[in-house]
C-alpha cells in the first residue's frame, strides 16, 4: 500500500519558534508538494520539488522555506512562526508527467500545527 | 493562469438521492481535473481523474465526472448518496502535474 507520511498529526509551538515539518513516501516519487489548508480557502501550495535540492514557489511561499535532501522526504520549515501560521499543513507527492500522462497526489494525513 | 470554482461551500442530500458537486475550471490549455475526497482528520484521496479520452469518467464508491469543454465544467455525481459518502470533496485542476489548483471545497452532508 502506497503511503505518506507526516511526522506529527498535531503539533503545538510558541510564537517566534523555528519549526519542522517532516513528510516522507516511500512511492519513488519525484514530486513532492506542501500544502496548507484553512477552511474557505481550500488548499494552497507553499512549496513544490520536482527533484532533489530542487525547489519551486508555491502561492504562498512567504514564511516558509523547504528542504529536500533525500528523493523520499520533503521538509517544511518555519523559521519563525506566527500566529497566522496556525492551520492544517498537508504533503503530497506524484510521479513525474511522462509524455501526455499525468499522475494524481497522494496525500499525507496532514499536521495540524497551531501557534500561540 | 489556472484556476477552480467550487460552486456550494455545503451540500446537503437525503440518503438514497442523487449527489451532484458542481466544479468549473479555468485554463488556457487542454486541463487535466481530478476529484478528492477528505474525510475527518484525514489527508486527501482520489475519486477519479480526467486526463484524455473518455469524457465520462468513473470512479471508487460510485462517483462518476463528466467533462465538458463547452462549459468548462467537471461536476460530480453519484446516483444515490450513502450515509458513508459525508466528506468533503475538492476539485482540482493541472496542465502541467506540478502545479495543481483546488477549489475551496465542498462539505457533503448526508441526511438519514
Known amino acids: 500500500d502506497v503511503k505518506v507520511t507526516q511526522s506529527s498529526r498535531y503539533l503545538v509551538k510558541r510564537t517566534g519558534e523555528k519549526v519542522f515539518l517532516e513528510c516522507v513516501q516511500d512511492?519513488?516519487?519525484?514530486?513532492m508538494f506542501w500544502y496548507r489548508q484553512d477552511p474557505g480557502l481550500g488548499l494552497r501550495l507553499i512549496y513544490f520539488?520536482?527533484?532533489?535540492?530542487?525547489?519551486e514557489k508555491g502561492d504562498i511561499p512567504e514564511g516558509y522555506s523547504v528542504s529536500r535532501e533525500k528523493k523520499e522526504r520533503f521538509s517544511l520549515i518555519l523559521e519563525s512562526a506566527s500566529t497566522n501560521q496556525t492551520s492544517m499543513y498537508l504533503c503530497?507527492?506524484?510521479?513525474?508527467?511522462?509524455?501526455?500522462?499525468?499522475?494524481?497526489?497522494?496525500f499525507g494525513p496532514g499536521t495540524r500545527l497551531t501557534v500561540t | 493562469a489556472q484556476s477552480v470554482t467550487q460552486l456550494g461551500s455545503h451540500v446537503s442530500v437525503s440518503e438514497g438521492a442523487l449527489v451532484l458537486l458542481r466544479c468549473n475550471y479555468s485554463?488556457?490549455?487542454?486541463?487535466?481535473l481530478f476529484w478528492y475526497v477528505q474525510y475527518p482528520n484525514q489527508g486527501l484521496q482520489l475519486l477519479l481523474k480526467?486526463?484524455?479520452?473518455?469524457?465520462l469518467v468513473k470512479g471508487i464508491n460510485g462517483f462518476e465526472a463528466e467533462f465538458k469543454k463547452s462549459e468548462t465544467s467537471f461536476h460530480l455525481t453519484k446516483p444515490s448518496a450513502h450515509m458513508s459518502d459525508a466528506a468533503e470533496y475538492f476539485c482540482?485542476?493541472?496542465?502541467?502535474?506540478?502545479?495543481?489548483?483546488f477549489g475551496t471545497g465542498t462539505s457533503l452532508t448526508v441526511i438519514p
Open positions: 503530497a507527492s506524484s510521479s513525474l508527467r511522462q509524455g501526455g500522462e499525468v499522475y494524481e497526489q497522494y
Open positions: 512511492m519513488d516519487h519525484e514530486n
Open positions: 520539488s520536482y527533484d532533489v535540492k530542487m525547489k
Open positions: 485554463s488556457s490549455v487542454p486541463p487535466y
Open positions: 480526467y486526463t484524455t479520452g473518455a469524457t
Open positions: 482540482a485542476v493541472t496542465n502541467t502535474g506540478n502545479q495543481f489548483y
